[in-house]
């Protein structure tokens, strides 16, 4: 990981046509990402600027602005730390989701409706994380040899999500316990077996 800071007089020089914070922002996220890398991290007058704060503060006059720091990560870089955590924590998913099926096959209903919503919570989160992950693996070249098993894991990955989500709002708790012990088990071990392969490829 790298960081850039500019100063005040930085800021001006470096960019100037730019009047707001997130004309700035734009700017510095153009400028990364022509060196194949994306900004992870901002400061702001040595604060850091959370996803609310650049919304909020997104007319922040480029007079206000005495620091502006950045930490990148080569695209390359992202890719392997992602998938990592995703290796380490897929796992954890899908023993969430084996033990709430044993709940609800045991009859066990409100402990099995309160890890399911963990399960559940785990299961958007990847599907956010699948989804921002792609766009970084798609703009590098050895996504293209993994794109077919990518493209069925998310078909299948997505209609076993909804399957869970109708046997839950329908109270079928023998599907639910089905689709979370079999269907949603096994998609969560194609996910790792495809990252795997993603992080032997970004290392040669």
């Known amino acids: 990981m790298k960081t850039r800071k500019w100063t005040f007089k930085e800021i001006a020089q470096s960019f100037p046509q730019c009047q707001t914070l997130s004309e700035i922002i734009s700017c510095i996220n153009e400028e990364v990402w022509k060196s194949k890398s ?6 702001v007058n040595e604060s850091f600027l959370s996803e609310e704060d650049e919304i909020k503060h997104a007319q922040m006059g480029k007079e206000q602005i005495q620091t502006i720091e950045v930490n990148t990560q080569t ?8 998938v990592r955590s995703y ?7 899908k023993q969430a989701a084996i033990h709430c099926s044993e709940d609800f096959r045991e009859l066990k209903f409100d402990e099995g409706q309160s890890l399911f919503t ?14 921002l992950l792609k766009s970084s693996i798609h703009k590098w070249d050895g996504f293209l040899e993994l794109g077919p098993e990518w493209q069925e894991l998310e078909r299948q990955y997505s209609r076993v999500v909804n399957e869970l989500v109708q046997a839950y709002e329908t109270n079928d708790t023998q599907l639910l316990a089905d689709v979370l012990e079999y269907e949603l088990s096994n998609s969560l071990d194609g996910w790792v077996h495809v990252f795997e392969k993603i992080d032997q490829k970004v290392h040669g």
């Open 38 to 43: 994306v900004v992870c991290e901002i400061r």
């Open 75 to 82: 695209t390359e870089e992202l890719i392997q730390s992602s």
């Open 87 to 93: 290796i380490q924590f897929i796992p954890q998913i």
């Open 118 to 131: 963990d399960v559940l919570d785990g299961c958007r989160w990847m599907t956010d994380a699948l989804f």
